[in-house]
């Protein structure tokens, strides 16, 4: 069956990066993309960007161009979101999902940026 | 960017009783491909989202028959024929008509009353 499973949740200093990682498995991990989803306390979900898991290819929302990077290791079928220059706003829980109909998503990991 | 609302943001319902959510977005979804990019998903308490129905109208695996979506252009809805206990959420509409931004709406919380 189809699962994705993220790393564990993470405390970070203000300033700092964050890097989340998806475990893909039930299916052929290059011919789907990765989309990934955050959702902050209180507010709307927020889609930052995905990858072609085939070619690499990335886009990403204007909301976080420049702060947000996804890559992948095909060797380990597993997608990589990794976010930089933290402020407390982003402190959040942070998804992958499969997939532009985002069919197939992770448990969520809950990143929290404080001083 | 298409911003996504959603009426009501609360609901309560007896079980067995009918719902419906309603969407709107402030540009069509309808693209040139003939396909309308419209979704529901529904977040149960400490869950991540599961996908209902995509492209406005198709239920996604295992959905129960009970749900149903609708609509077209900017205006859409999703109704639920007998609420059930388990069917308590939060349900979001997203579009993904405008790429690189997918957008979702505010969320409506349905409770069992």
């Known amino acids: 069956q189809v699962q994705l499973v993220q790393s564990g949740a993470e405390v970070k200093k203000p300033g700092a990066s964050v890097k989340v990682s998806c475990k893909a498995s039930?299916?052929?991990?290059?011919?789907?993309?990765i989309h990934w989803v955050r959702q902050a306390p209180g507010q709307r979900l927020e889609w930052m960007g995905w990858?072609?898991?085939?070619?690499?290819?990335?886009k990403y929302s204007q909301n976080f161009q420049g702060r947000v990077t996804i890559t992948r290791d095909t060797s380990a079928n597993t997608a990589y979101m990794e976010l930089s220059s933290l402020r407390s706003e982003d402190t959040a829980v942070y998804y992958c999902?499969?997939?532009?109909?985002?069919?197939?998503w992770g448990q969520g990991t809950l990143v929290t940026v404080s001083s | 960017d298409i911003v996504m609302t959603q009426t009501p943001l609360s609901l309560s319902v007896t079980p067995g009783q009918p719902a419906s959510i309603s969407c709107n977005s402030t540009?069509?979804?309808?693209?040139?491909?003939?396909?309308?990019?419209l979704y529901w998903y529904l977040q149960k308490p400490g869950q991540p989202p599961q996908l209902l129905i995509y492209?406005?109208?198709n239920r996604f695996s295992g959905v129960p028959d009970r749900f149903s979506g609708s609509g077209s252009g900017t205006d859409f809805t999703l109704k639920i024929s007998r609420v059930e206990a388990e069917d308590v959420g939060i349900y979001f509409c997203?579009?993904?008509?405008?790429?690189?931004?997918?957008?979702f709406g505010p969320g409506t919380k349905v409770d069992i009353k």
């Open positions: 999902a499969r997939l532009s109909r985002l069919d197939y």
């Open positions: 039930g299916y052929t991990f290059t011919s789907i993309s």
């Open positions: 492209e406005v109208s």
């Open positions: 540009h069509s979804l309808l693209h040139s491909d003939g396909k309308t990019y």
């Open positions: 997203m579009q993904s008509m405008q790429l690189p931004l997918f957008t």
């Open positions: 990858i072609n898991t085939g070619n690499g290819n990335t």
